[in-house]
């Protein structure tokens, strides 16, 4: 079982690595291989578990990220055919031009959708409020939910958005940072912040602040939208299947993303719990959710200009024949 907050934990849960991904694969005759990029192997245990990956008649080659950045990166570097991400990096990736679009999106099920990002601090820091953040050093992985809902909370509390400062860390390094004093607070997201509220006493700030709809997305390239559609609408059949098989055993999805992943169990039945999204087309409030994260990190000078996000979706992908 590898270690839940090593950087190999992170990286290689399951798959093949990051940098193999980035280095790209050669390809072999025979049946289409689509090589997914996946997040701490949360998409492949989830399938496996649920017996999604039964009688494929193409190959899958999955590609483990930590983050949803540097996965975006094999994505550009078309090391890969599709990947998972949220939508607060997707809006970075839409930044850099990329030959790719999302071809679902994922939203929460119930009312209102949770909050899956949130600033973390130590048990013992004085700081309670976002005001208490002013000035301060805040980890956080650039362009990642963690760094969106700490802008949203500045805003929100009517502070300027350069009010904190942002160390770019890994999620591994930023637990490490924090827990030595090299940070003040941890812009995170799940299921990194449950691991640290349960597992290592870190306390999540109240922010009085929901994010906007908490949407993510399945994101191909051009080149695999263009040649391995039947095998990329496949796959979204299969996942949409298996996250309501998710929705509807909880206990069973937690039991064996924890064995495949290293992340505790208790860890694994919050995550199960909380973050029961199902996979749906995308429509025009998914696309307003990401255009207003685009304004809000123009906003905040993360981006050097403001961007248009409308060329970044496939919104037809699920729907057609």
């Known amino acids: 079982m590898l270690h839940?907050?090593?950087?190999?934990?992170?990286?290689?849960?399951?798959?093949?690595?990051?940098?193999?991904a980035l280095a790209g694969c050669k390809?072999?005759?025979?049946p289409v291989t689509l090589t997914l990029g996946d997040q701490k192997g949360g998409m492949q245990s989830l399938l496996a578990?649920?017996?999604?990956?039964?009688?494929?008649?193409?190959?899958i080659v999955w590609a483990q990220f930590g983050a949803a950045a540097p996965l975006f990166e094999a994505l550009n570097a078309n090391a890969v055919d599709a990947g998972i991400g949220g939508d607060?990096?997707?809006v970075f990736f839409l930044a850099s031009a990329p030959a790719a679009q999302a071809i679902a999106a994922l939203t929460f099920r119930g009312t209102p959708s949770p909050n899956i990002g949130g600033i973390l601090v130590r048990p013992d820091s004085p700081i309670s409020t976002i005001q208490d953040l002013a000035g301060k050093r805040v980890a956080v992985v650039r362009g990642s939910t963690g760094q969106y809902v700490t802008l949203a909370a500045l805003k929100t509390a009517g502070m300027k958005l350069d009010a904190v400062n942002f160390t770019i860390l890994d999620p591994s390094d930023s637990l490490s940072t924090l827990l030595s004093g090299g940070v003040d607070a941890?812009?995170?997201?799940e299921p990194y912040m449950s691991l640290g509220e349960l597992h290592y006493g870190l306390r999540r700030l109240d922010l009085n602040v929901r994010q906007l709809d908490g949407v993510g997305f399945i994101v191909a390239t051009?080149?695999?939208?263009?040649?391995?559609?039947?095998?990329?609408?496949?796959?979204?059949?299969?996942f949409g299947q298996a996250r309501a098989w998710a929705a509807a055993n909880p206990d069973?999805?937690?039991?064996?993303?924890?064995?495949?992943?290293?992340?505790?169990?208790?860890?694994?039945?919050?995550?199960?719990?909380?973050?029961?999204?199902?996979?749906v087309p995308i429509d025009q409030g998914a696309i307003a959710t990401v255009q207003a994260l685009a304004d809000l990190y123009?906003?905040?000078?993360?981006?050097?200009?403001?961007?248009?996000?409308?060329?970044?979706?496939?919104?037809g992908f699920l729907t057609e024949s």
Request: charged share 20%; glycine share 10%.
């Open 88 to 90: 607060a990096p997707f």
């Open 222 to 238: 051009s080149t695999a939208i263009a040649n391995k559609q039947a095998a990329l609408r496949d796959f979204l059949g299969r």
């Open 252 to 279: 069973l999805f937690a039991a064996g993303f924890s064995k495949d992943t290293g992340l505790p169990l208790d860890v694994a039945q919050r995550y199960a719990v909380e973050m029961n999204y199902q996979l």
């Open 27 to 30: 390809k072999s005759p025979g």
């Open 49 to 59: 578990r649920s017996g999604q990956l039964a009688n494929l008649d193409y190959k």
């Open 298 to 315: 123009a906003e905040a000078k993360l981006l050097p200009q403001p961007l248009n996000v409308s060329g970044g979706f496939d919104d």
């Open 186 to 189: 941890w812009g995170s997201w």
């Open 4 to 20: 839940p907050l090593s950087r190999r934990g992170l990286l290689q849960t399951g798959g093949i690595s990051a940098a193999a």
